[in-house]
Nanobody
Framework: QGQLVESGGGLVQAGASLILSCVAS????????MGWFRRAPGKEREFVAS????????AYADSVQGRFTINVDNAKNTVYLQMNNLKPDDTAVYYC??????????WGQGTQVTVSS
Protein backbone atom coordinates (compact mmCIF):
# COMPACT_ATOMS: atom_id res chain seq x y z
CA GLN A 1 0.00 0.00 0.00
CA GLY A 2 1.06 3.56 -0.57
CA GLN A 3 1.61 6.60 1.55
CA LEU A 4 -0.41 9.74 2.14
CA VAL A 5 1.17 13.11 2.89
CA GLU A 6 -0.91 16.10 3.93
CA SER A 7 0.06 19.76 3.68
CA GLY A 8 -1.47 23.22 3.66
CA GLY A 9 -2.35 23.75 7.29
CA GLY A 10 -1.58 26.93 9.17
CA LEU A 11 -2.73 29.66 11.53
CA VAL A 12 -5.50 31.88 10.20
CA GLN A 13 -8.14 34.23 11.52
CA ALA A 14 -11.82 33.38 11.61
CA GLY A 15 -13.42 33.87 8.23
CA ALA A 16 -10.28 33.02 6.29
CA SER A 17 -9.76 30.19 3.82
CA LEU A 18 -7.21 27.40 3.49
CA ILE A 19 -6.63 24.59 1.01
CA LEU A 20 -5.31 21.31 2.33
CA SER A 21 -3.62 18.83 0.00
CA CYS A 22 -3.13 15.09 0.35
CA VAL A 23 -0.71 13.44 -2.06
CA ALA A 24 -1.02 9.70 -2.51
CA SER A 25 2.23 8.00 -3.50
CA UNK A 26 2.66 4.42 -4.54
CA UNK A 27 -0.53 4.18 -6.60
CA UNK A 28 -2.44 2.11 -7.46
CA UNK A 29 -3.94 2.41 -4.03
CA UNK A 30 -6.73 0.00 -4.85
CA UNK A 31 -8.89 2.22 -2.71
CA UNK A 32 -12.12 3.52 -4.13
CA UNK A 33 -12.44 6.66 -2.05
CA MET A 34 -10.47 9.22 -0.10
CA GLY A 35 -11.45 11.16 2.95
CA TRP A 36 -10.51 13.94 5.34
CA PHE A 37 -10.85 13.63 9.09
CA ARG A 38 -9.87 15.88 11.97
CA ARG A 39 -9.04 15.65 15.63
CA ALA A 40 -9.52 18.67 17.84
CA PRO A 41 -7.74 18.95 21.21
CA GLY A 42 -9.41 16.68 23.74
CA LYS A 43 -11.84 15.23 21.21
CA GLU A 44 -12.20 12.09 19.16
CA ARG A 45 -11.25 11.99 15.51
CA GLU A 46 -14.22 12.89 13.36
CA PHE A 47 -15.18 12.56 9.72
CA VAL A 48 -15.01 15.75 7.64
CA ALA A 49 -15.49 14.83 3.98
CA SER A 50 -15.02 12.05 1.46
CA UNK A 51 -14.92 11.59 -2.29
CA UNK A 52 -14.66 8.74 -4.76
CA UNK A 53 -11.47 8.71 -6.81
CA UNK A 54 -13.57 9.33 -9.91
CA UNK A 55 -15.09 12.38 -8.18
CA UNK A 56 -18.59 11.03 -8.70
CA UNK A 57 -19.81 11.26 -5.12
CA UNK A 58 -18.95 13.40 -2.13
CA ALA A 59 -20.07 13.46 1.48
CA TYR A 60 -19.62 16.07 4.21
CA ALA A 61 -20.08 16.38 7.93
CA ASP A 62 -22.96 18.66 8.85
CA SER A 63 -20.56 21.01 10.61
CA VAL A 64 -18.67 21.79 7.39
CA GLN A 65 -21.42 21.45 4.78
CA GLY A 66 -21.51 24.56 2.61
CA ARG A 67 -18.09 25.78 3.79
CA PHE A 68 -15.71 22.97 2.82
CA THR A 69 -15.29 21.36 -0.60
CA ILE A 70 -13.42 18.15 -1.34
CA ASN A 71 -12.09 17.38 -4.80
CA VAL A 72 -9.61 15.08 -6.45
CA ASP A 73 -7.01 15.39 -9.19
CA ASN A 74 -6.34 11.91 -10.48
CA ALA A 75 -3.48 13.05 -12.67
CA LYS A 76 -1.65 14.29 -9.57
CA ASN A 77 -2.89 11.56 -7.21
CA THR A 78 -3.97 14.37 -4.95
CA VAL A 79 -7.06 15.10 -2.89
CA TYR A 80 -7.84 18.64 -1.79
CA LEU A 81 -9.96 20.14 0.93
CA GLN A 82 -10.98 23.73 0.26
CA MET A 83 -11.98 25.29 3.57
CA ASN A 84 -13.83 28.61 3.51
CA ASN A 85 -15.22 30.79 6.28
CA LEU A 86 -13.12 29.01 8.87
CA LYS A 87 -14.26 29.10 12.48
CA PRO A 88 -12.36 28.60 15.74
CA ASP A 89 -14.21 25.27 16.12
CA ASP A 90 -12.42 24.08 12.95
CA THR A 91 -9.13 24.11 14.84
CA ALA A 92 -7.74 20.57 14.68
CA VAL A 93 -5.17 18.30 13.14
CA TYR A 94 -6.50 17.27 9.74
CA TYR A 95 -5.76 13.83 8.35
CA CYS A 96 -6.46 12.19 5.03
CA UNK A 97 -7.11 8.50 4.59
CA UNK A 98 -7.92 5.96 1.89
CA UNK A 99 -10.99 3.79 1.97
CA UNK A 100 -10.82 0.08 1.25
CA UNK A 101 -14.28 -1.42 1.29
CA UNK A 102 -15.82 -0.34 4.59
CA UNK A 103 -12.52 0.56 6.26
CA UNK A 104 -10.30 3.63 6.32
CA UNK A 105 -6.53 3.21 6.26
CA UNK A 106 -3.18 4.62 5.12
CA TRP A 107 -3.55 7.52 7.53
CA GLY A 108 -1.28 10.47 6.85
CA GLN A 109 0.72 12.27 9.52
CA GLY A 110 -1.73 15.15 9.67
CA THR A 111 -1.53 18.90 9.19
CA GLN A 112 -2.42 21.43 11.89
CA VAL A 113 -5.11 24.01 11.25
CA THR A 114 -5.54 26.73 13.87
CA VAL A 115 -8.27 29.34 13.57
CA SER A 116 -8.10 32.35 15.86
CA SER A 117 -11.15 34.39 16.78
Amino acid sequence: QGQLVESGGGLVQAGASLILSCVASGRPFKSHAMGWFRRAPGKEREFVASILWNGARTAYADSVQGRFTINVDNAKNTVYLQMNNLKPDDTAVYYCAAKYGPNWGNWGQGTQVTVSS
